[in-house]
């Protein structure tokens, strides 16, 4: 997720994270105190893509999806045209950030880069087509 910026995945926000971290806030401007906050947040999603998204769920729960499982009111994930599935792709909308598998085929609207499921759409305060900033 974040381009350039070497850190090891092992479920710690250790030293050198946070180091990391703060060499990238430094890097956009940022005050560089190594804690993810609401504006290291906004800079690392401002160096993702921005992609027209719309959410599914109500009304296909109980539906086989395209990676294997079953689409029920509590699946976080998105789903994308040629992402394989379980990538794992960081969505970004309205100060929020998940990161989400992909868990489906599509969207198949023209314009539309994901479609996220309701839950995750919930979660991340969108309430209509709009415009987020994804990493992958």
């Known amino acids: ?3 350039g910026y070497r850190v090891s995945v092992d479920g710690i926000f250790g030293r050198q994270t946070k180091r990391t971290v703060k060499r990238f806030q430094r890097h956009r401007g ?3 105190d190594g804690r993810v906050g609401p504006f290291t947040t906004r800079g690392l999603a401002a160096t993702w893509r921005a992609r027209t998204a719309t959410f599914f769920g109500p009304g296909l729960y109980g539906n086989r999806m395209a990676c294997g499982a079953t689409l029920r009111h509590t699946t976080h ?3 994308h045209r040629n992402l394989g599935c379980g990538r794992r792709v960081a969505v970004y909308h309205a100060g929020r950030v998940m990161v989400l598998p992909v868990v ?3 969207p198949f609207t023209n314009g ?16 209509t087509t709009t415009t987020i900033r994804a990493g992958y």
């Open 30 to 32: 940022l005050r560089p």
């Open 104 to 106: 489906d085929r599509g």
């Open 112 to 127: 539309v880069s994901f479609d996220v499921t309701a839950r995750a759409a919930r979660k991340l305060g969108m309430s």
């Open 1 to 3: 997720a974040m381009k």
């Open 77 to 79: 994930g998105v789903a």
